[in-house]
């Protein structure tokens, strides 16, 4: 599939840029495509490239030497990943597997720069978007630093919780101890826990929230 | 698709053949035939996630879809 000019300017690095520049930026741009369980990047390894996800979700992680998985962000359709070493030139601070097929857009590191020169705009799209980041980062520590796994868990299944309506992130119980920063036993404790506790249902493979406002109090989200 | 007729995804090229996941199965849906795994009898699986808690290649996974009630 070639690179889509509506599909760029939903992207917020390019936010604000005229059709005229969104055209010359679409030159600079590749797709790429993985399938689930893909490795995208390696922590460690140099950085070459700025990716966007297109469609599909990009998980971006960190390996401790015992091989526990420690998630920093679910990278969702419009947002980027591998931001910083594009900008401090060191190496992939974390890896990124896909969660699915995913498609990919990817801007090579020296493109990126030369976008900067050419286009000021997006130079100001770049500090917003890592501020954002940096929230995220921050209110990461602040789960991992002071809530109960029960509590993250919590706040993991309010945010990957969908109508039924329309397709939505599947969640293994591994993958939830990898955003919660746990193990995989103890979130499948916790899952009962909630359960006895009577704000969701297991009902095979799915997590049915039965009491959402319950589990936003359980969650730390409103006093 | 009904709910029970969702099973459990396989990644086969990651499987080794070590049947740990049919050791474990409570429902009996899952057997190992010349080193393949594969599902018998989907409506069986009761979706205890068992076969994705002891595999050691992450060959098997139970995603869980997370929903609100009524909605």
């Known amino acids: 599939m070639a690179v889509q000019l509506e599909l760029i300017k939903s992207i917020p690095y390019f936010s604000g840029l005229s059709t005229a520049e969104l055209d010359s930026v679409k030159g600079l741009i590749f797709e790429r495509q993985a399938e689930r369980g893909e490795f995208i990047l390696l922590e460690g390894e140099p950085a070459d490239a700025l990716y966007i996800v297109v469609s599909g979700i990009v998980k971006v992680f960190k390996t401790s030497a015992e091989g526990k998985e420690q998630i920093l962000q679910l990278i969702r359709p419009g947002d980027s990943f591998n931001d910083v070493p594009i900008f401090d030139g060191g190496a992939n601070p974390a890896s990124a597997q896909a969660m699915g097929p995913v498609v990919l857009y990817s801007i090579k590191k020296s493109d990126i720069h030369s976008i900067l020169r050419n286009h000021p705009q997006v130079a100001l799209n770049v500090a917003q978007v890592l501020s954002q980041k940096l929230r995220n980062l921050v209110s990461l520590v602040e789960d991992l630093s002071f809530k109960h796994v029960t509590a993250r868990l919590a706040k993991i299944l309010l945010e990957y919780a969908g109508d039924g309506s329309a397709p939505r992130q599947r969640l293994t119980q591994q993958e939830m101890a990898a955003i919660a920063g746990t193990a995989r036993e103890i979130i499948g404790r916790s899952l009962k826990e909630l359960e006895g506790e009577g704000v969701i249902r297991l009902d095979h493979h799915r997590i049915v929230i039965t009491d959402k406002e319950a589990l936003r109090r359980m969650a730390g989200l409103v006093t | ?71």
């Open chain 2, 1 to 71: 698709m009904s709910q029970m007729s969702e099973i459990p995804i396989i990644v086969q090229d990651r499987c080794n053949g070590c049947g740990l996941c049919v050791n474990v199965c409570s429902c009996g849906s899952l057997v190992l035939f010349e080193d393949v795994i594969s599902f018998i009898d989907s409506g069986r699986c009761g979706w205890c996630t068992l076969c994705e808690a002891v595999c050691p290649t992450g060959a098997i996974c139970c995603p869980f879809e997370i929903v609100l009630e009524g909605r």
